[in-house]
T-cell receptor, first 114, second 119 residues
Framework: AQSVSQHNHHVILSEAASLELGCNYS??????LFWYVQYPGQHLQLLLK??????LVKGIKGFEAEFIKSKFSFNLRKPSVQWSDTAEYFC????????????FGQGTELSVKP | DAGVIQSPRHEVTEMGQEVTLRCKPI?????LFWYRQTMMRGLELLIY????????DSGMPEDRFSAKMPNASFSTLKIQPSEPRDSAVYFC?????????????????FGPGTRLLVL
C-alpha cells in the first residue's frame, strides 16, 4: 500500500537551531512530492514542491527539501528556525497515475522556543 | 482570487443529526478534493472529483457519508446520521489538472476547513 512516513511526531527546538524533518514514502512509480505547513488554527499552505529536475528544492521562508530517489526520502530542512516557524508540517506524495490525489504523512509538530 | 471557500467554519451538532459541509473551489479549477483531519488518523482523502464527476470515493468511511458536486463552483459533503466519531476538521481543496504532462505541475490549494463536533 502507498504510504508516507514522517519520523518525528513532535520536535522542540530553540530559535536559531537547525531543523531537519524526515519523510519517507513507499511507492515504486513516479511521484510528485510536497511539504505543507499548518500554522495554529489555520489551513494548510504549500511550503515547497518537487516535480522533476534539481532534487534540491527551495521553498518559502528559507525552507528547502532534498529528494533522494534511492532512499525514497524527501527531508525538509531549515538552517535557522524562528519562533514563527512553530506549526505542524506535513509531507505528501502524489503518485503520477492517480489523478493528483495526495497521500499525507502523519505530520510533525514543531515547537520553537524563543 | 478568494481562494477555496468553506462553510460553515464551525459546526456543533448532536448525534443522529444531518450535517452538510459546503465548498466553493477556486474558479477555473477542475479538481476538487475532500479531506478529513483527526488526531488519530491524520489527514485522509475522502473523495475527489474531476469536472464535477466523482473519480475516487474509496476513502469515504461508510454509507453515512455522501458527496456531490452539482456544478463547477460548488460541492457538498453530507453526513447522515452523524456520530461522535465523525468529529474532525474537514478540508476541501482544489487544483487545476492532474494527469496531463503540463498539469502535473499544479498543486492543491486548501480551504480553511470546517471544524465539526458531534456530541
Amino acid at each position: 500500500a502507498q504510504s508516507v512516513s514522517q519520523h518525528n511526531h513532535h520536535v522542540i527546538l530553540s530559535e536559531a537551531a537547525s531543523l531537519e524533518l524526515g519523510c519517507n514514502y513507499s511507492y515504486g512509480g513516479t511521484v510528485n512530492l510536497f511539504w505543507y505547513v499548518q500554522y495554529p488554527g489555520q489551513h494548510l499552505q504549500l511550503l515547497l514542491k518537487y516535480f522533476s529536475g534539481d532534487p534540491l528544492v527551495k521553498g518559502i521562508k528559507g525552507f528547502e527539501a532534498e529528494f533522494i530517489k534511492s532512499k525514497f526520502s524527501f527531508n525538509l530542512r531549515k538552517p535557522s528556525v524562528q519562533w514563527s516557524d512553530t506549526a505542524e508540517y506535513f509531507c505528501a506524495v502524489s503518485p503520477y497515475n492517480q489523478g493528483g490525489k495526495l497521500i499525507f504523512g502523519q505530520g510533525t509538530e514543531l515547537s520553537v522556543k524563543p | 482570487d478568494a481562494g477555496v471557500i468553506q462553510s460553515p467554519r464551525h459546526e456543533v451538532t448532536e448525534m443522529g443529526q444531518e450535517v452538510t459541509l459546503r465548498c466553493k473551489p477556486i474558479s477555473g479549477h477542475d479538481y476538487l478534493f475532500w479531506y478529513r483531519q483527526t488526531m488519530m488518523r491524520g489527514l485522509e482523502l475522502l473523495i475527489y472529483f474531476n469536472n464535477n464527476v466523482p473519480i475516487d470515493d474509496s476513502g469515504m468511511p461508510e454509507d453515512r457519508f455522501s458527496a456531490k458536486m452539482p456544478n463547477a463552483s460548488f460541492s457538498t459533503l453530507k453526513i447522515q446520521p452523524s456520530e461522535p466519531r465523525d468529529s474532525a476538521v474537514y478540508f476541501c481543496a482544489s487544483s487545476l489538472g492532474g494527469l496531463a504532462m503540463e498539469s502535473r505541475k499544479e498543486t492543491q490549494y486548501f480551504g480553511p476547513g470546517t471544524r465539526l463536533l458531534v456530541l
